[in-house]
């Protein structure tokens, strides 16, 4: 009754080189038809809709291993769908002859690909390097005793990523820091960066027609990936908003009270763009409020914030939550936070 | 040393990118052992003549639409089946490195980004050049994803020197307590997990693996002398952070968006109950020291409700933070 099955790898392998063979491309039905997988369970003039399902979602696997699957319509029947061709151009295909690498630019490589454990992006930097091996350049000696990582633990990082990589429309909900309810952000992915640490999504935020930076830790839930497309009017966006978030960092400025030995003398006089003032105080920069107020608030006495305000209200804040947190309902001190 | 384990094909996203990416390198070694094609894919040698097998099965549909034997990929089937070795001997369709995909070039360009502070990397044309060519090498542009360089200081450079020559470092080290000694470590391996960077070295005061993290570390000065016997017989383990015997336990409930941010600190056999928003679990800290810190870090997200000892710590740390916008003098 069932045909032997076919391994999913064996009936896409089969698609690619079909599709790279023909030069005018085939119709779906051609390909249904004949290619190895689908040709034992296609019936002629019957129904076909589950094969033509397996099809389309064939097409994205493929596209989404980089090969160039394209669509042609035919132009003796324009708009006709059973009429569109599909082919693979072997020049898009085939990565360009004078791409070529050194063997110290592959070892570099090999190490960059290292960086992602988790997550899709280290099965994307996995792929990559079986791609580039084929060039057949041999990598310097790989760097002992280095193992540089960045994380994509947050949960929104890989519905972003495809959303991103769609250029569809994402929905989620997102708290913001002194805010209790989060709020609904309809937004068009623009890139996804890392800045001193934390995962950002750069957006268009449909809601208030303007280019909006997230905070992935903020995000509430799962993004809602949907089906809307949109379409990208410039490029380069992640490393402007890498300059954006720069210059965040350059204006912020805080004035801290921190006691020498103590390790928040250590690490926060190590952080980057940090300096003593005349007064013996540290000047840090930072990016975001709310994330330098939970970092300070972590070092307890060690710090006092001398400015800004905000920034001093936050810290309290958060040492009189945690206060009340540990003191209630145990009969062990007073709750005693307003001193 | 630990060896990573070599990863294998996942799905078949991944088979059918080792299949396309064995073609041209055949094409290019007339007859390669399975071994060596497998090293250089990292995969297993069984995974290699699965790929091979399937190959040579593959092909066209051809003019009659019944894959006959013109249509296909063929290899020496005796060199494969007595000496393991394998050889194309007809090809079809393709024959080059396919393009990498938009998220492919993304990945590794991202990670040079990351990389791209390390001393040795410091030409920056070398290093955009680099990156334009893998953005050349995708069908229609790297995704946008992008990681600002890592903030890295001359004790990087240093202890790589040191692990390469396999000597030992001297260094003041602040621990969460708050005090500071001096240790002679075996440096083994540096790690950084995106912002942070840690040394994992044999302390020859604690005489046992340690990590440090980079920002507690002070005066670290390159003695020269060669590493203990100890340091070249240890494993590393995969966590950054090993329990030991002394560890403390403590029960603690976690708003649920924040559990991944400590999932560190959670034992691996912790249960996880979930509680509407908040999920009761444990963490596991070598001292209240640090648990006051990290607990403060995470206002009204973590509470420590169990040990009472624990709760007296966490809040004694936050009485005395609060206390210093009461009486600056203090």
Known sequence: MSPQKVPVEERLFSLVLTLVATEAGLTKSEILSSVQGYNSRYREGGDNSALERQFERDKDDIRELGIPLETVEDPGDPGNNQGLRYRIPKAAYDLPA????????????????????????????????????TLGVEADDPLVGFAPRVRTREAAFEPFEV?????????????????????????????????????????????????????????????????????????????????????????NQAELDVLPGTDAWVRLSKREDARRNDDGNLLVHYSDTALLADELAGYGPEVRVIWPQRLVDAVRERLRTTLTAHTANTGVGEVDDRG | ???????????????????????????????????????????????????????????????????????????????????????????????????????????LIAGLQYLSSLPEHADRDAMSSLMAKLERGTAAGAAQVAVAPAALRDTVA?????????????????????????????????????????????CHLREAVRTFRLDRIDHLVSTGQPISEHAAHVVLPER??????????????????????????????????????????????????????????????????????????????ARAGAARYEDPTA
């Open chain 1, 98 to 133: 004078d791409i070529t690498f050194s063997p110290q630019e592959m070892a570099l490589l090999r190490l960059a690909a290292t960086v992602w454990r988790e997550g899709s992006l280290s099965a994307d930097s996995r792929r990559a390097i079986m791609k580039l091996r």
């Open chain 1, 163 to 251: 959303a991103l990589e769609r250029s569809v429309v994402v929905n989620f909900d997102y708290l913001k820091p002194g805010e209790t309810e989060a709020t609904k952000r309809i937004v068009e992915p623009l890139a996804l960066v890392q800045f001193h640490g934390r995962w950002l999504l750069h957006a268009h935020d449909k809601g208030v027609d303007a280019p909006r930076t997230f905070l992935l830790s903020r995000v509430i839930g799962r993004p809602r990936v949907t089906q809307i497309g949109f379409t990208r009017r410039g490029t380069d966006y992640a490393s402007h908003a890498i300059d954006e978030l720069q210059k965040i960092w350059d204006r």
């Open chain 2, 1 to 107: 040393m630990t060896v990573a384990e070599p990863a294998g094909p996942r799905d078949a996203r991944d088979k059918l990118a080792l299949l396309l990416s064995l073609i041209p390198y055949l094409m290019d070694h007339e007859s390669a052992s399975v071994d060596e094609v497998a090293a250089a894919f990292d995969v297993s040698p069984k995974q290699i003549r699965d790929a091979v097998y399937l190959i040579a099965v593959s092909g066209l549909p051809g003019e009659s639409h019944s894959y006959l034997p013109g249509d296909l990929f063929d290899i020496d089937w005796d060199e494969l089946e007595q000496h393991d070795r394998i050889a194309l001997t007809h090809t079809v369709a393709i024959d080059d490195t396919p393009r990498l995909s938009a998220r492919e070039a993304a990945a």
């Open chain 2, 158 to 202: 240093t202890i790589r020197e040191a692990i390469e020559k396999r000597t030992q470092v001297d260094l003041d080290y602040v621990s969460a307590r708050g005090d500071s000694e001096r240790r002679t470590v075996d440096p083994l391996r540096i790690e950084s997990v995106n912002d942070d960077w840690y040394l994992r070295g044999w």
């Open chain 2, 240 to 317: 950054l952070f090993q329990g030991s015997a002394e560890d403390l336990t403590v029960s603690v409930d976690v708003v649920a968006a924040a559990l991944p941010l400590i999932a560190d600190y959670i034992p691996d056999d912790a249960a996880r109950i979930q509680d509407g928003d908040v999920v009761h679990t444990k963490v596991r800290v070598a001292h209240y020291h640090g648990l006051k810190r990290m607990v403060a870090r995470f206002a009204g997200q973590v509470t420590v409700t169990a040990p009472e000892e624990a709760r007296i710590a966490v809040a004694d740390w």
